[in-house]
């Protein structure tokens, strides 16, 4: 069972959707804490094409909607709209989310793995929880396609708390001529491409 701080965090994730009639996962079953916090990029084919960004804080995946992916440049800062925090479950999940559901479309399973958090205050570490809250987070991803550290930052250009840049750290995994979101498509986990779950 959720507990009831789980079920407050994904009240938004339960309001916005019909489980029965989505097919997406709604909870965290047997999905105790890992070793390491996990982190997911899906590839998203909805009315707009995006990428979800997801990464395991406290029992729930903390999500931002990325239109142009994640770049391995760190020249490239790519715009992030946080959107509303997802169960545990949705960490595999791809298919295709039937019309007239929220989100419809299709979904694969565009990067996975575990992530360290590296966020750091005046030289101490800080939990990814006020990182999240003080609007910097900086990861290291271990994942199979994206490697290093991101820096995730709201950006202050608007008014709007959701409002973030995802930018690729400058260390040892930054590479200015990989485009993985262009050349590398497909899901990690089936080697499925989004064309694969259409009608
Ligand atoms: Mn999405």
Do not use: C
Not at 33 to 51: G, K, M, N
Not at 111 to 134: C, F, H, K, Q, W
Not at 149 to 159: I, M, P, Q
Not at 165 to 173: F, G, N, T
């Amino acid at each position: 069972m959720p507990s009831s701080s789980e079920r407050e965090r994904l009240a938004t994730y339960h309001a916005k959707r019909d489980l029965r009639a989505s097919g997406e996962p709604g909870g965290s079953a047997g999905r105790g804490a890992a070793d390491e916090p996990r982190f997911v990029i899906q590839r998203h084919e909805a009315r707009r094409l995006h990428y979800d960004f997801r990464l395991e804080i406290d029992g729930v995946l903390v999500s931002w909607a990325v239109p142009r992916g994640p770049s391995t440049d760190p020249s490239e800062k790519r715009f992030a709209t946080r959107t509303e925090d997802h169960p545990l479950d949705y960490l595999d999940f791809e298919g295709r989310i039937p019309r007239g559901n929220y989100g419809a479309g299709t979904v694969v399973v565009w990067d996975i793995g575990t992530y360290r958090n590296l966020t750091e205050r005046r030289g101490r570490p800080v939990s990814a929880a006020d990182a999240l809250a003080n609007g910097h987070l900086k990861v290291w991803l271990s994942g199979h396609k994206l490697t290093g550290a991101y820096a995730l930052t709201r950006a202050r250009f608007r008014d709007d708390e959701d409002s973030w840049l995802l930018v690729k750290v400058a260390d040892e995994a930054a590479d200015r001529r990989r485009d993985p979101v262009r050349t590398q498509p497909e899901s990690v986990l089936t080697g499925k491409v989004n064309k694969d779950f259409e009608d």
